[in-house]
Every structure is written in C-alpha cells, then in structure tokens.
C-alpha cells in the first residue's frame, strides 16, 4: 500500500546518475516530486524524465525538485541520462538494496522486481500531500503534477 495522504514521507539516500548521493532530508524546505518508474531504457519511462528535465524551471519557481526513482545500478542511469538529454534531473537508483525505497513507499512489484510507476508529491516538511499509481503503460501528466505543486 502506498503511504497514505497526511503521513510523514520515508527518509532515504540514494546515488545520483553521476553517483552523487542526493538524501531527501537535504532537500527540507522545497517541495518534492518523487517520479517512481519501472526501467530505463524503456520508452514510457524516458517520456516520464523527459517531460520532468522540460520542467525544471517551473518546478524552480514552485520551490519544487523533482527525483526519478527505479531499480537500475547507477552505470545504467548515467548512460540512459546521457541518451535522453536530462541534465538536471537527478534519476535516482535504488537498486541494492534491491528496491528497498519503493518497498518503503509502498510501490514495489515484487513479481516483477521494478516499481510501479507512480508519483508522490510532498510538501516543505515532506508530507505526502498527493499520491497516484499510473498503469505501467501510462505516462504521468505532468500539467496535472505542477498544478498539484501550484496548490500546495
């Protein structure tokens, strides 16, 4: 089960596509948009980081970053950044242990061994404020994730 609306968010730090490790409590104080997806290299999942990286400025001017999360090693990330053109965006891996901060966030496919796609939106203090699971094969809007920030 997801974390629910109103619940303090889990605390993790994970290796960046550049190997840099980016922990949510540094980021205390802005808006986080936390962008779960099952693979890179895959199309819908470069459409979801693409369309984040489009909205860096908008999501400066929210007091909002936005983090892509999925279980590929870091190798993997960087390579698949640099194909796709994000610069700015850190893709996250969350890959040993395998899965454990989509497990925390109630997103894993244990079947499948990748996340859901998912987004969670969290405040300054980092509670959940909004909460959607995607099907797989469905691409996250991201009018409707700024317009969630925009509201906060």
């Not at 205390?28 to 980081?49: D, E, N, W």
Request: proline share 6%; aromatic share 8%.
């Amino acid at each position: 089960m997801p974390i629910p609306i109103g619940e303090k968010a889990r605390t993790f730090a994970l290796k960046d596509q550049h190997g840099n490790v980016v922990a949510l409590e540094g980021l205390r104080g802005r808006k986080v948009v936390l962008s779960f997806h099952p693979l890179a290299f895959t199309r819908i999942c470069t459409y979801q980081m693409q369309d984040l990286e489009r909205s860096k400025e908008q999501l400066d001017a929210l007091n909002a970053v936005a983090l892509g999360i999925s279980v590929d090693p870091v190798p993997a990330k960087h390579a698949w950044a640099k194909e796709i053109g994000v610069k700015h965006t850190p893709l996250l891996s969350d890959f040993w242990p395998h899965g454990e901060v989509a497990e925390m966030y109630g997103v894993f496919r244990r079947d499948d061994g990748f996340s859901e796609r998912a987004v969670y939106i969290l405040d300054g203090e980092h509670t959940v404020r909004w909460v959607k699971i995607y099907p797989i094969s469905e691409r996250p809007s991201i009018e409707e994730i700024l317009e969630v920030l925009k509201n906060l």
